[in-house]
């Protein structure tokens, strides 16, 4: 990669990514803001304010805007996490300034209708529901609340109904005026496009904002958990289970050896968990292990599908598994396999302009810095045995494994589960 990086007078940086060998381009507002920035009353908020900036601005209607670059044949979309919120445009290369133009109305010119807010109300309504609906969300919301109690990164980041229906106009411009300020904002673009025509469209429709105080958040660090095992009951045909352990933060690393971990574990099909839980002991139809990372803490999490009369001897197998790698080193030619598809999954995501941009911005963002792909290839073939059984091992000794279960269990069985994982 070869990134330029460019800071404005107002505090907005931009980095760019040029692939002059691609015929297209994607770019993204990266804002450094999200649902660990809320106070209880507002939950969702941000979510909130990111469907909204989608309604209108003073020049386009919702419409309009989705025309001018599907129009295009281009693409457009945006989410929120929990520590920032992303507005992002794919389109052909001769499309850049249209596409640097339409995301700065949406910044900088929302209309905020009150007629588009109670509809918009509406439909962050059914997602919530559609969330809570689905059991494998269901869990991994319940394994947040355990992992990090009466803390934001423990909230659903919709907003539960009461915050939702509750949030008024007034509450959604005074934060979008906090929290949207252009040294909280990275402008990250990847692709197929001329650098100075960038900068200079870029500096006419993001130059004149005036920088603020950025928004402060609440540390995730020693959290007191009261418990460690959650039961959610549903009727549903399967178990579904997801179980956490407090991994490291975005800018350790200690991330490196904790990649390779996982993958062994089990991102993939060649994973231990696949291969164990579901292709030797045929307890589950999806197993399979993630990781998360914050600015201060970070998540582990095995999540899955599990059958009902074997569940706890799944939970046993799951568990035995992660103790396992914090106790034996794995071998030469395992170590060897994984890195392999680590720096393979990252050469793959290289050839993409959408990747880039997401892994320019974010990181820019986050760490006020970008790392080269040759400095991750060189961190990753660095990895070793005694790395990777050494994560492992704090992994274990950091914390008890947080457990959420929803499906046709009762309370009752909390107490079963929690002796399988002691």
């Known amino acids: 990669m070869k ?79 929990d520590e920032i919120t992303c507005y992002y445009i794919k389109v052909p ?9 339409i995301l700065a109305d ?10 588009d807010i109670d509809r918009e109300r509406s439909i962050i309504l059914e997602e919530y529901n559609m969330v809570m609906d689905n059991p494998s969300n269901c869990s991994e919301e319940l394994l947040k609340s355990i ?12 907003g539960k109904p009461e915050t939702i229906e509750s949030i008024s106009k007034e509450q959604l411009l005074d934060y979008k005026s906090k929290g949207y300020i252009p040294n909280n904002i990275v402008l990250s673009i990847a692709g197929k496009f001329d650098p100075e025509t960038f900068i200079k469209e870029a500096e006419i429709q993001f130059g004149s904002l005036k920088e603020g105080e950025k928004p402060e958040s609440v540390s995730a660090r020693n959290i007191n958990r009261h418990n460690n095992v959650e039961l959610l009951f549903r009727e549903t045909e399967q178990l579904r289970i997801d179980l956490g352990l407090e991994a490291v933060s975005r800018g350790s690393d200690d991330r490196y050896p904790l990649k390779v971990f996982n993958v062994i574990l089990g991102e993939n099909m060649s994973s231990r968990l696949f291969q ?38 799944a939970i046993e197998v799951v568990w035995g598994q992660i103790l396992k790698l914090a106790t034996e080193p794995v071998s030469k030619k395992e170590l060897e396999r994984s ?14 302009t959408s990747s880039r941009m997401i892994f320019n911005g974010e990181n820019l963002l986050a760490l006020n810095k970008v ?39 009762k309370d009752g069985q909390a107490e079963i589960i929690k002796e399988v994982l002691n």
């Open 147 to 158: 992992m990090w109690p009466s803390h934001p990164l423990g909230r659903i980041l919709t």
């Open 371 to 409: 790392f080269s792909a040759e400095k991750i290839v060189e961190k990753i073939r660095a990895v070793t045995v005694e790395d990777v059984l050494q994560i492992a091992s704090k992994l274990v000794e950091k914390n008890s494994p947080c457990l959420a279960l929803v499906g046709p269990v």
């Open 93 to 101: 290369s001769s499309h850049m300034v249209l596409a640097v133009e």
């Open 339 to 352: 890195r392999e598809y680590c720096l393979g999954q990252l050469f793959l995501a290289m050839e993409s």
């Open 276 to 313: 164990v839980v579901r292709e030797e002991m045929g307890l589950a139809y999806e197993i399979h292990s993630n990781l998360d990372y914050y600015a201060d803490t970070g998540l582990l999490n095995v999540s899955g599908g599990i059958e009902l009369k074997r569940y706890t001897q």
């Open 3 to 81: 990134e330029m990086f460019k800071t404005f007078e107002n505090g907005l940086r931009v980095i760019m990514d040029p692939m002059p060998h691609m015929n297209s381009l994607s770019i993204g507002v990266w804002v450094g803001i999200g649902g660990r920035h809320e106070s209880e009353d507002i939950s969702g908020i941000s979510h909130f304010i990111e469907h909204m900036l989608f309604k209108g601005t003073t020049s386009r209607t919702s419409l309009e805007i989705t025309q001018a670059i599907e129009g295009v044949g281009g693409s457009m979309n945006a989410f929120t996490s």
């Open 106 to 115: 949406m910044i900088n010119r929302p209309l905020f209708k009150a007629s």
